[in-house]
């Protein structure tokens, strides 16, 4: 579901989709646009009621309502940018000719490890599970600029991620059928809000661990470059601080600019830290509620004397069990280890 260069819609297609959505009447052969545009559209585009649009420059007579979209014309920075400012959110459902039936024992025992306890699994029963994938847009900022998109999906019935399923979409197995979401979808996504942010956070750090590798690199470099100059620099003004003849007043007046090194080197290292680190902004792009068929298995687990049932979701997608979040970080957790309360926690957040 993540844009190639198949699916990329070019920029012609792209303008004849926005002027439908926002109402224009639009008519169009293969190579150009037609258009009739409503005020309010017209307003924000700049444009004329009536307008042509193609991707090359058209004939000299059309050129007062002929509008050119290539990549980084006007019209379509317009578009794009008015695009941009609401966040699409798309719903669908997944359609699978089959799901896996039996062999959850053997799953759970491949994929999880309880910590003290022992399950087993009670019952199986088919449900429809319910994710919601989410995709930000990072900027990266230091010295220099790093941009990209990310995309996580979560489980809307445990809060977790689901680390596998945004890649697992993408070698298919099933049908998708494109759904109006659910009118409370926002009201599912919005408690998940801060658990995004620290995912997303999380898995930022894997893959700009290469652009903090270099703004490092050329941090340290920069900084034994300053050092190396100051250095020399004190060494040349301590020396001519020998050479005879040297007034009183001349000489105190060097003996301040080298006595003032260290608090100017100081002043330039800090300098340097601000141009090197790297803030990191991030923005919430689309959105897509997903309902697909799952597995609910239900697991009576011993913990010591005491038993307590535990639910797993078993995810067609990824065909795997989704690993379930820690109850305290909510981090996604294969090891599984239990508090004092009986919660499911991680390693970290066991005591
Ligand atoms: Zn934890």
Known sequence: MRPDADTRIQPLEFARRFLQLHDAA????????????????????????????????????????????????????RM????????????????????????????????LTFYGATAAIETVAAVTAEYVQVSCRYTALSDEQKEGLLTMVFN???????????????????????TRPDTDIKHKITPLAEKMEQTARGLLEDRLAMFHASMNRRFQRDIANLEEYYSS?????????????????????RQ???????????????DLLKKYSIKVRLQLAAAM???????????????????????????????????????????????????????????????
């Open 256 to 270: 301040a600019k080298i006595n003032a090194i260290p608090a100017e080197l100081a002043r330039k290292k800090e």
């Open 156 to 178: 809307t019935d445990t809060g977790g991620v689901v680390p596998a399923m945004a890649e697992a979409f993408d070698t298919g197995g099933f049908r998708t059928a494109f």
């Open 80 to 111: 794009i940018g008015n695009t941009l400012k609401t966040i699409p959110i798309a719903g669908c459902r997944l359609e699978f000719d089959y799901i896996k039936n039996g062999g959850f024992d053997r799953l759970l025992e491949d994929q």
């Open 289 to 351: 509620y997903i309902r697909t068929p799952a597995k609910k298995i239900a697991c009576r687990l011993s913990i010591g004397k005491q038993r307590r049932q535990f639910f797993l979701t078993y995810n067609p997608v990824t065909r795997a069990i989704d690993p379930p979040p820690c109850t305290i970080c909510k981090k996604p957790i294969s090891h599984i280890h239990f508090n004092s309360r009986l919660e499911a926690v991680c390693y970290g957040c066991r005591k």
């Open 26 to 77: 639009v008519e169009n052969d293969t190579s150009a646009i037609e258009a009739l545009v409503p005020q309010r559209l017209r307003t924000l585009l700049e444009v004329p009621e009536h307008i042509r649009i193609s991707e090359d420059g058209g004939d000299a007579e059309d050129r007062d309502y002929h509008y050119t979209v290539t990549y980084g014309t006007p019209i379509l920075e």
């Open 233 to 253: 620099l004190e060494a040349e003004m301590q020396k001519s601080l020998e050479k005879p003849g040297l007034s009183e007043s001349a000489r105190s007046d």
